[in-house]
């Protein structure tokens, strides 16, 4: 699988929209690009995913490059509880034995009032 | 429906006693991981299990640990005898992988396990 470089932290003021930043520049053609986010104190939770194409849900909106080496995942009205580290994971389509999915350090995300 | 469920939520136990963890994936999926998040090291994937088989155990720290899962439903991971450097919160997950080749799985995590080893 694709290694992914994330900034440590970033700031975002509430009510704004936060970008977020990964890249992956070795990605290869089956790999997904995906985003989790882990709340303190709480297991990670799945965001959003995909492939090629930009990616819209009720959480955030995923948008990957036309070469995907990088990707942004975008909360379009940071609120405090969004409040998290944010993981990029880049995977490749699961060959029924090989669903793991590894985390690296991630971005931690703080929205300030 | 119910998500992942884990026990015990906290556990503190002394040096050298055994530890078992429980998890109960969401019911149908297939897949069943065991993750250790500790400050130094981060999420870690220690093992994972694809229809009650371990498949990947290379993440397992060492012979003290052990994974089971002998059914669909319900899965153990063990520490014997457990050391203060095991002090983590260890997390199950589950997925389910819709055939063969899948469009890619999206993982489900339970709250955790603190364990505090003293």
């Known amino acids: 699988d694709a290694k992914t470089t994330q900034p440590p932290s970033m700031d975002c003021a509430e009510g704004r929209a936060a970008n977020l930043p990964c890249n992956h520049s070795?990605?290869?053609?089956?790999?997904?690009v995906y985003w989790y986010r882990q709340i303190h104190s709480q297991g990670p939770q799945y965001i959003i995913h995909?492939?090629?194409n930009n990616e819209t849900n009720e959480m955030a909106s995923l948008i990957i490059t036309e070469d995907r080496k990088s990707s942004t995942l975008i909360l379009p009205h940071a609120t405090l509880r969004d409040t998290a580290v944010y993981y990029c994971i880049v995977k490749s389509r699961a060959m029924g034995l090989n669903n793991d999915m590894r985390f690296g350090a991630g971005t931690r995300l703080t929205v300030k009032p | 429906d119910a998500g992942v469920i884990q026990s015990p939520r906290h556990e503190v136990t002394e040096m050298g006693q055994e530890v078992t963890l429980r998890c109960k994936p969401i019911s149908g999926h297939n897949s069943l991981f065991w993750y250790r998040q500790t400050m130094m090291r981060g999420l870690e994937l220690l093992i994972y299990?694809?229809?009650?088989?371990?498949?990947?155990d290379s993440g397992m720290p060492e012979d003290r640990f052990s994974a089971k899962m002998p059914n669909a439903s319900f899965s153990t991971l063990k520490i014997q005898p457990s050391e203060p450097r095991d002090s983590a919160v260890y997390f199950c997950?589950?997925?389910?992988?819709?055939?063969?080749?899948?469009?890619?799985?999206?993982?489900?995590f339970g709250e955790g396990s603190w364990l505090t080893v003293v």
């Open positions: 995909g492939l090629k």
């Open positions: 070795t990605i290869s053609g089956n790999e997904y």
């Open positions: 299990f694809n229809n009650n088989v371990p498949i990947d």
């Open positions: 997950a589950s997925s389910f992988g819709r055939s063969v080749i899948s469009s890619g799985n999206t993982i489900y």
